[in-house]
Structures are given as C-alpha cells and as structure tokens.
C-alpha cells in the first residue's frame, strides 16, 4: 500500500509540474525577399516554438523561345517556397532563432544556351539556415546570392501577442 501509495504522489508531482510548464510561444515573422535592392515579395506567418511552416508563392513569367519569325514570347510561372521553423525564444535577450529553408526558381538572363533558338533553363537556388538569430523586430539579412541577381531575405521576428 506504502508503493502505490508512494507511485500515485510522484505521478501527480510529475503531472503537476508538466501541467505548469508554459505552452511553446508562438513565433510572428515575416520575410521580405530583397531581388537588386527591391522588395519582390513578402512572407508573413505565425509559427509555433517546434513546429515547422512553409508557404509557396507562385508568380508568372515570360521566356523567349523560336528565332527569327518563329519567335515568340511563353507565358510560364515561376515559385518561391520557404519553409521556417521556429527554434528557441530568449526572452531576456529578446531574440528568436529561426531554421530556414528555401527554394526559388528564377529567369536567368546570364545564362549561356549552346542554342540560341531554345529557352535558357531557369536558375535554381535552394539554400538553408540552420539558425539565424533575429532580434526583436529588427531586420536581419541574410544573403543567398551576392550578384547576377543579388538576392537577399531580410527577416524579422518577435513572440507574438495573443
């Protein structure tokens, strides 16, 4: 009787002390996607301490197929996907680390085509941070390409407000 006893008041301590423990905060962010010094698109999300979001953006394009009056301009659509998860929130410093994964399809106009009648493939870039630390509301840059385009997402973050 003295166990049972004895295994019910520790397995009520336990459930006591993880019935306490506060609920995983909840992450505002927002990304700007930064293409030569111009915003060209924005994610904006709420996400979970632990949990993961992705969001994929879709937006049309236009690539240059045939020669001469065989030319024509296509009508294709291009995407832009990130994916963000919310990794720890230090309060007393006011900060959020983020992972970040990200996937973007872009028109290359550097490309060189072996033939100039076919479409040049578009560029990939896919590109991961494992933890890049933001804080309260400032924009942080974090830079995937340095030229041809220069591509930046800038990244800001707070624990949101219920």
């Keep these: ?25 909840s992450v505002a962010w927002e990304i700007q996607v930064v293409r030569d010094g111009q915003t060209i698109d924005t994610f904006q999300q709420r996400t979970t301490v632990g949990q993961t979001r992705t969001d994929t953006h879709r937006y049309p394009s236009a690539v240059p197929v045939g020669c001469g009056n065989a030319a024509r ?52 870039i896919v590109a991961s941070h494992p933890g890049l630390s933001v804080g309260s509301d400032a924009w942080t840059d974090w830079t995937l390409v340095e030229q041809h385009p220069h591509l930046v997402y800038r990244v800001r973050a707070h624990v949101a407000k219920d």
């Design 1 to 25: 009787m003295l166990k049972h006893g004895l295994a019910v008041l520790l397995a009520s301590i336990a459930l006591a002390a993880h019935a306490q423990s506060p609920a995983p905060a």
């Design 73 to 124: 301009v296509v009508p294709t659509e291009r995407s832009r996907s990130v994916t963000v998860a919310p990794l720890t929130v230090d309060a007393s410093a006011n900060t959020v680390s983020l992972a970040l994964d990200v996937q973007e399809t872009l028109d290359d106009e550097n490309a060189t085509r072996g033939d100039p009648c076919v479409p040049a493939s578009p560029r990939q």
